[in-house]
């Protein structure tokens, strides 16, 4: 199966971009839905001129190109036709909408999961990510027609041990696997597809990760940093998060318009619920800076705040658990974009904040999952309590 993109009307001043999907001499087109003007596009090379007018489409077409690479490879490998290309094409480009699939097969039920959403099994990249992974097993093991009744622990076996060894997932990667796998299990079951209750034993891997936090000096070496660019993006973006105690979906997407009196108010997009953040003098430089949060993607700051935190000197050594036992990391490469959150109310609590206050920025419900949440040692938790009048 093979692909090219190219222009519906190069001789009109505006075209649609289209696919021509082929097998062999066979064809079917189907269109992007991305209009450009023809100058702008590349005729030699079948693309978008990155310099030109419609340059900021070229990331979006270079993704299409890479998803239907990807399609075609699984169409490929499944001994499917240009027609199956065309239907899973057209799926990827919203032109056709999943229907759901009564025929008792894993594969057709998880297609349809992926494109919809049941409860809060949301159809985002990511899930959509973990059926491209089940697809990719069902395929390699000759297993596109098994049916529900078959997914028996043997099944579950096999498929742990493909994402360990053949795809070298962690631990907590193929958890989230098993749970996308369970829950459409499940899903099957309530809409009366299958009675096999084998799936309920099957356990998650789960593999216990060393959180780290920044310490509020740890904060000024990163705001005090001369950085431009993305880096400086990656920093102010994280430092948001540093103080506000949300999630990275959340502090994100913060405008202006959020804050009001010195608050910060906001519904946070996993609970729906409504905060009010008193609103730090740096939260609402950067908000000013930008006019908003910074624009990055997780990805991309996940990748920059390393760097950033390397340059700042954040390079503590940490010991770490690993496949193999334990070893020393620098701290700079254990920060992500979660660690902004778990930094924020870490240092609330060292600061004396009651833990129902901080919970009612983050959103635990009971005290327990919270000072679990929280990172603070033995020795902290002593100096703390050492102001206490109890002790005085």
């Known amino acids: 199966m093979k692909h090219t993109f190219f222009l519906a009307h190069p001789d009109k001043e505006v075209s649609a971009i289209l696919i021509c999907l082929r097998d062999g001499s066979k064809r079917k087109t189907i269109s992007t839905g991305i209009n450009i003007r023809t100058t702008s596009w590349d005729k030699e090379n079948k693309t978008i001129i990155k310099k030109s007018v419609d340059g900021v489409y070229l990331g979006r077409l270079a993704k299409l190109d890479v998803d239907i690479l990807k399609i075609a490879k699984t169409v490929d490998a499944s001994e499917g036709g240009l027609t199956d290309f065309y239907d899973e094409v057209m799926l990827l480009v919203g032109k056709k909408k999943v229907k759901e699939d009564t025929s008792k097969q894993l594969l057709p039920f998880y297609r349809y999961w992926s494109a919809n959403s049941f409860g809060k099994h949301k159809a985002d990249r990511h899930t959509k990510f973990v059926f491209e992974r089940m697809q990719e097993f069902l395929v390699a093991k000759d297993l596109q027609k098994i049916t529900f009744e078959e997914v028996d622990y043997i099944f579950f076996m096999e498929f742990l041990k493909w994402m360990e060894e053949d795809k070298e997932y962690k631990k907590n990667t193929q958890g989230e696997h098993v749970k996308l796998l369970k829950a459409v299990m499940n899903e099957a079951m309530k809409r009366g597809l299958h009675s096999n209750t084998d799936f309920k034993h099957f356990e998650k891997p789960v593999e216990k990760i060393e959180s780290v936090y920044l310490s509020l000096q740890e904060y000024d070496l990163?705001?005090?940093?001369?950085?431009?660019?993305?880096?400086?993006?990656?920093?102010?973006?994280?430092?948001?998060?540093?103080?506000?105690?949300?999630?990275?979906?959340d502090y994100s997407r913060l405008t202006p318009n959020d804050i009001k009196d010195g608050f910060i108010y906001i519904e946070q997009k996993k609970t729906k619920k409504r905060v009010v953040i008193p609103a730090h003098a740096r939260v609402k430089e950067i908000i000013k800076k930008y006019n908003g949060s910074p624009q990055l993607c997780e990805p991309t700051l996940n990748e920059y705040i390393k760097k950033v935190c390397r340059k700042a000197g954040i390079t503590e050594k940490v010991n770490v658990r690993t496949k193999d036992g334990y070893e020393y990391k620098e701290k700079c490469d254990l920060v992500t974009t979660h660690t902004a959150r778990r930094s924020a109310a870490t240092n609330m609590a060292l600061n004396g904040t009651p833990l129902r206050d901080i919970m009612q920025i983050t959103g635990h419900t009971l005290e327990s999952s919270l000072l679990r949440y929280i990172k603070i040692s033995d020795e902290q938790n002593a100096r703390r309590l050492a102001s206490n009048p109890f002790f005085l």
């Open 222 to 249: 990163l705001y005090n940093l001369e950085l431009e660019g993305t880096e400086a993006k990656a920093r102010d973006l994280f430092l948001i998060g540093c103080y506000t105690a949300l999630r990275v979906s």
